[in-house]
């Protein structure tokens, strides 16, 4: 092949590689940021899940509503740490081994993006992870209005 031997041929490869290289700077830490994202919103979704079960009378919920809030999260459990406690809000009956954790609070870019390609790799499936994320906001026991007046203004 003499079009790869001559200085157009040289240069049409070197631009092949430069483009490909572009490519996966970009694309790399693109998916680690989209998985970061996808185990953020997570994180946010459990969050308002355990809102809505603390702001229940008595913080109880009825077994549908249970179900419902842990189906809409795609969690299996929700655990919610306030002044050093840890305490169970959701659960399901069944659940399945955790088969790795992630702690979004200290995750840094390297980890992140050998989690997402790892991930990529692997095909996905449907393995159980625990993931671990600071509250969005300051999280305490809704007050409650004394009068039906109060709670309708």
């Known amino acids: 092949m003499s079009l790869f031997r001559g200085l157009s041929g040289r240069l049409l490869i070197l631009t ?21 994202d996808y185990l953020t919103e997570r994180v946010v979704r459990a969050e308002i899940a355990a809102l809505s079960v603390l702001a229940a009378p008595d913080g ?21 740490q ?6 169970l809000i959701l659960s399901r009956d069944d659940m399945d081994e955790v088969s790795a954790s992630f702690d979004l609070r200290s995750m840094d870019a390297a980890e992140m993006i050998v989690d997402a390609l790892a ?13 671990i994320g600071a509250p969005t906001g300051p999280v305490s026991m809704p ?3 004394r009068s039906p007046s109060t709670a309708a203004r």
Do not use: C, H, K, Y
């Open 16 to 36: 092949i590689l430069v483009v490909m290289l572009v490519e996966v700077a970009i694309f790399v830490p693109s998916v680690a940021r989209f998985r970061a």
């Open 143 to 145: 007050r409650r209005s």
């Open 60 to 80: 109880m919920v009825s077994p549908e509503l249970q179900r419902q809030l842990l189906e809409m999260t795609e969690a299996q459990n929700i655990v919610l």
């Open 82 to 87: 306030r002044e050093g406690t840890r305490t």
């Open 119 to 131: 991930r990529m790799v692997s095909g996905g499936g449907s393995d159980v992870i625990r993931v």
